[in-house]
């Protein structure tokens, strides 16, 4: 083979990856992008282990929806207004460049509280239910003695939400939504890092915010077995959290 040849068909290869590459980042970008579940905060809901699909689109877009968040643009574009009860990935303030994701409970001008262990939502106690849960709710390696609720949401969504029977927050300051923020806690309220914790969350911008979450495509439990320990899939692979809708 001569060496123009060679150099041909090196080339047609080339530009054959770069035109995969450049899809694969227009998809993960402007449509859905995977994410991995890798805490308990949004236990029991998600759990360690599940893969998600993500819409780009149901927000909008912003420099976080691409690959390195390139800083040229402070706007959103084709902005669509994230509703109470959404889970919703997005990039912490602190850093702008870790990604969270959590359940939306405040909108802009909000204002929420915990009082006697009830959660507040501009002064009125949400509704919630007690669920019996059938597998133990965790927290990292523990498991947690909780208390597991229906809750229902002022526009009607209902969410399933757990609290540490020995360590749930009882009473709150009023955080108040700034205007264009939000306020996202996790489901497993007490073993969840999120805007109740001002110096490392805090009230999320609206720029900060990703996508919502929609689907579980894949889910193993990491404890009972590595995926990449194909003969022990059959154990640690959760059937039935396949294709689940979020």
Excluded at 61 to 69: A, C, M, R, V
Excluded at 107 to 130: C, H
Excluded at 135 to 150: A, D, H, K, Q, Y
Aim: charged residues 25%; glycine residues 6%.
């Amino acid at each position: 083979m001569s060496k123009k040849k060679l150099f041909i068909i090196i080339l047609d290869n080339l530009k054959t990856l770069i035109g995969a590459l450049l899809i694969a980042i227009l998809i993960r970008s402007l449509l859905i992008q995977p994410f991995y579940i890798p805490s308990s905060s949004m236990e029991p809901t998600l759990l360690v282990g599940d893969r998600i699909f993500v819409s780009k689109i149901s927000y909008g877009y912003t420099k976080h929806s691409f690959p390195f968040s390139p800083n040229f643009s402070n706007k959103r574009f084709f902005s669509k207004q994230p509703k109470q009860g959404d889970l919703v990935v997005f990039k912490t303030p602190s850093d702008n460049r870790t990604d969270y994701i959590k359940r939306l409970i405040g909108l802009p001008g909000d204002e929420i509280q915990f009082k006697n262990g009830n959660l507040l939502i501009n002064g009125k106690k949400i509704k919630r239910e007690s669920v019996e849960m059938s597998e133990p709710i965790n927290c990292g390696n523990f498991n947690l003695e909780s208390n597991t609720f229906m809750e229902t949401l002022p526009n009607g969504v209902k969410h399933l939400a757990n609290y540490n029977k020995k360590g749930t927050i009882m009473n709150t300051k009023k955080y108040k939504v700034p205007k264009n923020h939000y306020f996202l806690m996790g489901d497993n309220r007490d073993c969840s890092k999120d805007s109740r914790f001002m110096n490392e969350v805090g009230y999320v911008t609206n720029l900060n915010l990703v996508g919502k979450a929609k689907i579980i495509f894949f889910s193993n439990d990491t404890k009972k077995g590595n995926l990449y320990k194909l003969w022990n899939l059959h154990h640690s692979f959760r059937f039935e959290r396949l294709f689940k809708k979020l």
